[in-house]
C-alpha cells in the first residue's frame, strides 16, 4: 500500500477518502492509472463522468 511519502514526488496529492478529480488525472495520466490499479485493481473509475463503481 502506498505511504503518504509515496506521493509525495507526484503532480498532486489525493485527498482522503475521495477519487481525484478529472484535472488531478490529467495532471498524473499515466502513473495514476498505474497507481489505481495497484491500490484498488476491482475499482472502475469512468472519467469525465465521476461515476465509480466496485467489480
Same mark, same amino acid.
Given at each position: 500500500?502506498?505511504?503518504?511519502?509515496?506521493? #509525495?514526488?507526484? *503532480?498532486?496529492? *489525493?485527498? %482522503?477518502?475521495? =477519487? *481525484? #478529480?478529472? %484535472?488531478?488525472?490529467?495532471?498524473?495520466?499515466? !502513473?495514476?492509472?498505474? @497507481? =489505481?490499479? %495497484? $491500490? @484498488? *485493481? @476491482? =475499482?472502475? $473509475? $469512468? =472519467?469525465g #463522468?465521476?461515476? !465509480? !463503481?466496485?467489480?
Amino acid at each position: 500500500m502506498a505511504t503518504e511519502d509515496d506521493y #509525495t514526488a507526484q *503532480p498532486f496529492v *489525493p485527498r %482522503r477518502g475521495g =477519487l *481525484p #478529480t478529472l %484535472r488531478e488525472t490529467a495532471a498524473c495520466g499515466p !502513473w495514476l492509472a498505474a @497507481e =489505481l490499479d %495497484r $491500490v @484498488e *485493481p @476491482e =475499482l472502475i $473509475v $469512468v =472519467l469525465g #463522468t465521476g461515476d !465509480w !463503481w466496485r467489480t
